[in-house]
C-alpha cells in the first residue's frame, strides 16, 4: 500500500519543505521506475474520473474561484484571468486529456539504437525515466495536472510549484491526485506539491540538485531568467512565446487573413500566440490592409512602423520595446521587412525560439525559412496557436522548449526520458 506524504508542519523553513519532500520523491521515483504500465494506466484512468466527480467539479471551482476574485483585485489582465479560470468544460478537458496520455505507448523500454559488434558484443540505446522533475510554473493551474500525467506515464516523479495567483486551483487540484495515487497503491510522492507561495521556496528547489534531476520552468521572462541562472541542475527551458507571422509575397490572401487573425484572437494569452506580424515588402498593400484591418475589426490593438500606418488610420505608432514584447492580449505589432531573408534574420535576432511562421505558396521561400529559422517549432499556412502537444498527438504537454539540448519544442512523453545502453557479451574481454 502507498505511505501517506507527511503533511509540513508549519514552522518548516522553505529549504527543510523541499528537502524532505525531495527525499520522498526520490524513493517514490525508484517505485515508478519498477510500476508496470498497466498500473499506472490504471491510475491516470482513475484520475479521469475523479476529477469530474460532482463534488470534486464543485470544489475545485470553488478554489479557482478565490484565485480569480484575489486576482480581480490585483487588477490582471483579461488574458491573464483566462488562463486562470477553470470552467466545468475545461475540467472535463482536462479528464479527456489525461485519458488520451493513459491510452499512449509507454515511453521507456524502447529500442533506439542497436548494433552487433565485430567481437560478438550487442550493444542497445533504451529510453528509460529521468527521475525527479521539479516543475515551476505561474498563472495556468492546468499545468498541475499535464505536469502530474506525463510525468506518471514516462515513470518519473515530480515536485510542483504553482505560482501564488493559482495557488488554491493548485492545490484542490493536488489534492486529487494525492487521494488518486494513494488509491492505486502508489506513493503519494510521485506527485509532490510546494504547499506555499513563499518565493524562497523556488530558490530552494532551484539548490536541491542532491534530488531533483531537471527542472522545468514555465512562466514570464523574469521567472525563466531566474532558474535559467540559478538552477545548479539541468533546465529545459520555457522561454516566453515571442512568435512571428511572416507574410511572404506570394502568400494566399484568404489564408492570410484567416491564420493571423487565429493566430492572435483565439486566445491572446497564451504563449503561442502571434504577437508581431511581418509583411513583405513586396506583398501587395491591398492585401496587408485587408489583414491589418481583418485583425483590428477582431478586437486587436496594433501598432506599426510608418508603412503600416499608412495602411489604416487605427494604427498606433510602435515604440522601440513593443518589437520584444509578449503581449498575451489582444495587441499586436506589426511592420514590413524586406523579403525572406531579411525576414528570418529579423526573427532569429529578435523572437523567443518558440513558434513562427511563413504564409507563402512560393515552395523555395518557404523551404529557406523552414530550414533556417532557428526556433523549436516552425510553421507554413497554419496558425501558431497549434504550437500545443496535445495538437501534435503528444496527449499533452509541460511546455514548449526553446533551447537546444535533449527537449525541444513541446515536452511530451518522449522528451521526459534519458537513455542508457545495454551491452550484451557471451565472456568477451578486451585486450
Known sequence: ?????????????????????????????????????????????????????????????????????????????????????????????MARGIETVAALDDPNGKILWEQNRPNG?????????????????????????????????SHNAVILRGGSESLHSSLALHSIIQDTLEQSSLPKACVSMIPTSDRAA???MLRAAEYIDVMIPRGGHGLIERVMNEARMPVFGHLEGLCHIYVH???????????????????????????????????????????IANIIDGGCEIVGDAKVQSLD???????????????????????????????????????????????????????????????GIVMHNASTQFADGGEFGMGAEIGIA?????????????????YKYLVHGNGQTRS
Open 1 to 93: 500500500m502507498s505511505k501517506a506524504q507527511a503533511a509540513p508542519s508549519s514552522d518548516q523553513s522553505p529549504e527543510q519543505i523541499v528537502n524532505d519532500l525531495g527525499r520522498e520523491a526520490k524513493a517514490a521515483a525508484a517505485v515508478l521506475a519498477r510500476t508496470s504500465t498497466e498500473t499506472i494506466n490504471n491510475a491516470l484512468n482513475a484520475l479521469a474520473k475523479a476529477i469530474v466527480a460532482p463534488a470534486n467539479i464543485a470544489a475545485i471551482i470553488a478554489a479557482n474561484d478565490k484565485d480569480l476574485a484575489s486576482a480581480k483585485q490585483r487588477g490582471l489582465s483579461s488574458a491573464m484571468m483566462d488562463r486562470l479560470a477553470l470552467s466545468e468544460e475545461r475540467i472535463y478537458d
Open 402 to 418: 526553446t533551447g537546444k539540448m535533449h527537449a525541444r519544442g513541446p515536452v511530451g512523453l518522449e522528451q521526459l526520458c534519458t
Open 202 to 204: 523556488v530558490g530552494a
Open 121 to 153: 558484443l550487442k550493444i542497445q540505446r533504451i529510453s528509460c525515466p529521468l527521475g525527479v522533475f521539479g516543475m515551476i510554473y505561474e498563472s495556468r493551474p492546468n499545468v498541475t495536472i499535464d505536469a502530474s500525467i506525463l510525468c506518471l506515464k
Open 313 to 375: 488610420s487605427r494604427v498606433g505608432a510602435a515604440s522601440p520595446e513593443d518589437w520584444n514584447t509578449e503581449y498575451l492580449d489582444a495587441k499586436l505589432s506589426a511592420r514590413f521587412i524586406g523579403d525572406v531573408q531579411s525576414a528570418v534574420s529579423y526573427i532569429n535576432e529578435n523572437g523567443s525560439h518558440h513558434t513562427d511562421c511563413i504564409i507563402a505558396q512560393d515552395e523555395k521561400a518557404v523551404a529557406y525559412f523552414q530550414q533556417n529559422t532557428d526556433s
Open 249 to 291: 509575397k506570394s502568400a494566399d490572401a484568404n489564408i492570410a487573413k484567416d491564420v493571423t487573425l487565429n493566430a492572435k484572437m483565439r486566445r491572446t494569452g497564451i504563449c503561442g500566440a502571434m504577437e508581431t506580424l511581418l509583411f513583405d515588402d513586396n506583398l501587395d498593400k491591398s492585401i496587408a490592409a485587408d489583414i
